[in-house]
T-cell receptor, first 113, second 112 residues
Framework: AQSVSQHNHHVILSEAASLELGCNYS??????LFWYVQYPGQHLQLLLK??????LVKGIKGFEAEFIKSKFSFNLRKPSVQWSDTAEYFC???????????FGAGTRLFVKA | DAGVTQSPTHLIKTRGQQVTLRCSPI?????VSWYQQVLGQGPQFIFQ???????GRGNFPDRFSARQFPNYSSELNVNALLLGDSALYLC???????????FGQGTRLTVV
């Protein structure tokens, strides 16, 4: 069965610090990978996605993620966080053409101004 | 364009009652998925419907059922509510299977 593991449940950073959130998945076939963000009081929004091609994908608001197939990982990065990045971040995976998207437990990021 | 809309936004039910939650997908999207999000956890997959047929089901009891209508809107039904069914229920739509899902605001269900 597919599963997604996010390594950090809570992260606290100061503004301008660099961010890396870990995500590992278990599935042997071709996958589509996603990072979603949920800002306080708002609905889940797509941050970035990987379907195929360049394993380094860029998303909105300066976020990027790298797909490393050999490590079954899809880590999210941002060189310099802002206070407005305070949110909960979810990694998700589905089998290419599959019927369900599996989410990780989420990482709560708090950025201190 | 309107996003995914869900109704109602909040709901309080008593144990043993039944509840129906509604979802309207983004125009043109044929796939609708339902998720349950308990506080502190990520969304848990319940169902996916595509072209009005159930295409996937998560590890939820038979008390949970859903359907998709010809206009691609969807309903999630939960019978014999338990306290543990209290959660945020999310609906997501996508153009096709495995494509990007767009989420609604969710329905907050409280069972007392």
């Amino acid at each position: 069965a597919q599963s997604v593991s996010q390594h950090n449940h809570h992260v606290i950073l100061s503004e301008a610090a660099s961010l890396e959130l870990g995500c590992n998945y278990s599935y042997g076939g071709t996958v589509n990978l996603f990072w979603y963000v949920q800002y306080p009081g708002q609905h889940l929004q797509l941050l970035l996605k990987y379907f195929s091609g360049d394993p380094l994908v860029k998303g909105i608001k300066g976020f990027e993620a790298e797909f490393i197939k050999s490590k079954f990982s899809f880590n999210l990065r941002k060189p310099s966080v802002q206070w407005s990045d305070t949110a909960e971040y979810f990694c998700a995976v589905n089998a290419a053409g599959g019927f369900k998207t599996i989410f990780g437990a989420g990482t709560r990021l708090f950025v201190k101004a | 364009d309107a996003g995914v809309t869900q109704s109602p936004t909040h709901l309080i039910k008593t144990r043993g009652q039944q509840v129906t939650l509604r979802c309207s997908p983004i125009s043109g999207h044929k796939s609708v998925s339902w998720y349950q999000q308990v506080l502190g956890q990520g969304p848990q997959f319940i169902f996916q419907y595509y072209e009005k047929e159930e295409r996937g089901r998560g590890n939820f009891p038979d008390r949970f059922s859903a359907r998709q209508f010809p206009n691609y809107s969807s309903e999630l039904n939960v019978n014999a509510l338990l306290l543990g069914d209290s959660a945020l229920y999310l609906c997501a739509s996508s153009l096709e299977n495995g494509m990007t899902s767009y989420f609604g605001q969710g329905t907050r269900l409280t069972v007392v």
